[in-house]
């Protein structure tokens, strides 16, 4: 991406606290990162992932195809894995995209889907049972709420998660985007 993406903590705008992770991306016709990656994790088939993390996304741009959050498998081609993005016309709500790993969870427990607010703080958890068969499971809550509970594979078959990424993970919106991230929280738990 652009060499003017960037991603620091900063001390402008905590959730909790004295700081925070700030991403901000350009606008371009082509994907923009801005992420932090920490590798050596270890999710194996079989085991659960646990992830909540404090969002807060800059309004007044288009935020579709907008992604924070990655869990994924640095062994497998094209790193496959489960992505935590923005979708609907404008980018009004959370999903999760799958990247080689079994199907999209799209929201289906709140009828319309439940926007995600801009300029606020949101909290967003996560949990997945790992795993490459159809008992695999996608859970996601939106400040308490639970809006995306999807069985199937959420793991291809003899790879392990083990890296995540937080931050501007994909700019797909062809918007400049600046995203706060605050309290993120990794467990098997």
Do not use: C
Not at 77 to 102: E, I, Q, T
């Amino acid at each position: 991406g652009s060499s003017s993406n960037k991603v620091a903590v900063v001390s402008e705008r905590p959730h909790l606290g004295a700081a925070s992770i700030k991403s901000s991306t350009g606008s371009s016709i082509i994907q923009q990162k801005a992420a932090l990656a920490r590798q050596l994790l270890w999710f194996p088939a079989g085991s659960h992932f646990w992830m909540s993390v404090w969002v807060y996304i800059v309004g007044g741009t288009i935020t579709r195809d907008f992604y924070f959050f990655d869990l994924e498998s640095t062994q497998g081609g094209g790193n496959p894995g489960r992505r935590l993005a923005l979708g609907g016309p404008n980018g009004d709500w959370l999903w999760v995209s799958s990247k080689h790993a079994g199907l999209n969870a799209e929201q289906s427990l709140i009828p319309p889907p439940l926007a995600f607010p801009k300029n606020k703080w949101v909290q967003v958890k996560m949990h997945l049972y790992v795993s490459p068969n159809s008992d695999g499971l996608t859970e996601v809550w939106q400040d308490g709420v639970k809006i995306i509970t999807k069985a199937g594979q959420t793991l291809p078959s003899g790879l392990v998660y083990d890296w995540i990424e937080v931050g501007t993970t994909a700019n797909l919106s062809g918007q400049a985007q600046v995203i706060y991230l605050d309290e993120l929280v990794i467990s098997k738990d």
